[in-house]
């Protein structure tokens, strides 16, 4: 009778316990905004934008030596890396053919000087003959046209023999400038013609403390560039390290491939250790614009858009369904300068409009809006689990 009478206390118990259960799993099952979203912190601070190319490290002058006359090389005197002096030589070539035609013009020389003298002494004896009647003018005249077309052909004989003689100095190749090899294309027994395109012999960098790197930096971003304006860069020989220089020229023939137009940006560097050597690729980073002690807002932010399951906008503080400011037809001219992010208030997401102003590729300067330094924004969603429950809180139940 006892045990009869417990049974219906039993069961309003059990009752009660599962009930309490089930909103207890209830409670544990559904998350907070701050749960399922990342939040961050807008702060203030420093920010620059930069715009970046990759570009190639180049000697200052470079000076490519080649041949006025052709032949076979028959000394070298000069290889890589080597350091020469301007007029040093640096190689030979077989110069007895020139030689050959050297001695043969100065002989012709000889040949014509002797003509010369002749010309003069039979025009000597002619001005005498003339003063005594006893030759007409006639004969004088055609003498002393004879001493002058005489002299005029030992002019042209000395000249032909002075280019000779400097083409068999050709054959001697001499450095133009000091500074070091960074090439030599030929080598020892190798023969190079002189044609209507002077080979290339060899490329004497004159001065590898002071570089230039010729970069490609694209239209969209040449009008931000100006001479002077402090660079940045980086090489894959030196990583972790970091390098300067300074916008020295922007040329204005633009290079256009598969309809993208660049524009050539030199720009000078010292180079004083001479640890950066000529075709190295180096990728440039150059400020183009600075601010100091801004509100901040991380890019995230302004990438983060809310959905929910269904790929739907899920009810905003705005009201259900409402358009954030800044994506409405009527707003796309302000697109480029305003953004939207949201922030969490009164247990919905709130989208706040912001006006920008430069950016890092990171982080983007607020110059108008309600944000204010504290203020925290969705930066995204967090991970969850094949429950639907964020990784960080979730729980097992037994």
Same mark, same amino acid.
């Given at each position: 009778m006892k045990i009869s009478a417990r049974k219906p206390l039993l069961l309003v118990a059990a009752a009660a316990l599962a009930a309490g259960a089930f909103w207890w799993y209830r409670q544990s099952g559904s998350e907070s905004l701050e749960q399922r979203y990342k939040l961050q912190t807008i702060e203030r601070g420093d920010i620059t934008q930069t715009v970046s190319a990759n570009g190639t490290l180049n000697p200052i002058v470079l000076v490519n030596v080649g041949t006025q006359v052709s032949g076979t090389v028959t000394r070298l005197y000069v290889d890589f890396n080597d350091q020469v002096e301007k007029g040093q030589a640096l190689l030979e070539l077989d110069d007895r053919l020139l030689a050959a035609q050297a001695r043969q013009s100065a002989a012709n020389v000889l %040949? $014509? *000087? #002797? *003509?010369?003298?002749?010309?003069?002494? %039979?025009?000597?004896?002619?001005? #005498?003959?003339f003063k005594e009647e006893y030759v007409s003018r006639q004969e004088l005249e055609q003498a002393i046209q004879a001493r002058r077309s005489s002299e005029a052909q030992l002019a042209q004989a000395k000249a032909a023999a002075d280019k000779d003689e400097v083409n068999l100095r050709y054959t001697t190749i001499r450095s133009p400038v000091s500074g070091v090899v960074v090439d030599r294309v030929v080598d020892l027994g190798q023969? $190079?013609?002189? =044609?209507?395109?002077?080979?290339?012999?060899? !490329? /004497?960098?004159? @001065?590898? =403390?002071?570089?230039? /790197?010729? =970069? =490609? +930096?694209?239209?969209? @971003? /040449?009008? !931000? /560039?100006?001479?002077?304006? !402090?660079?940045? +860069?980086? $090489?894959d020989a030196f990583p972790n390290r970091s390098f300067h220089g300074e916008v020295q020229q922007i040329r204005l023939n633009p290079t256009t491939q598969q309809n993208v137009v660049t524009y050539n940006v030199r720009v000078s560097l010292s180079n004083p250790d001479h640890i950066l050597l000529p075709g190295m690729t180096a990728y440039v980073s150059i400020g183009v614009a600075s601010r100091q002690d801004v509100l901040l807002v991380p890019n995230a932010a302004l990438r983060f858009k809310p959905a929910d399951g269904n790929g739907a906008r899920p009810p905003t503080a705005a009201g259900s369904g409402q358009r954030p400011p800044g994506e409405g037809p009527a707003r796309k001219r302000e697109a480029a300068a305003s953004g939207t992010v949201y922030r969490i208030e009164q247990g919905a997401l709130k989208p706040v409009s912001v006006q920008l102003g430069i950016t890092d590729n990171r982080n983007t300067e607020v110059v108008g809006g309600e944000l204010k330094a504290g203020d925290s924004v969705v930066v995204g969603e967090n991970v969850a689990t094949p429950s639907g429950k964020p990784s960080s809180v979730g729980m097992r139940l037994f």
């Open positions: %040949n $014509v *000087a #002797a *003509a010369v003298d002749l010309a003069r002494a %039979n025009e000597a004896r002619l001005q #005498a003959l023969t $190079v013609a002189a =044609s209507l395109q002077t080979p290339t012999l060899i !490329k /004497i960098a004159q @001065d590898l =403390s002071e570089m230039r /790197i010729d =970069s =490609s +930096f694209a239209e969209a @971003d /040449i009008g !931000k /560039i100006r001479e002077g304006q !402090k660079v940045r +860069f980086t $090489v």
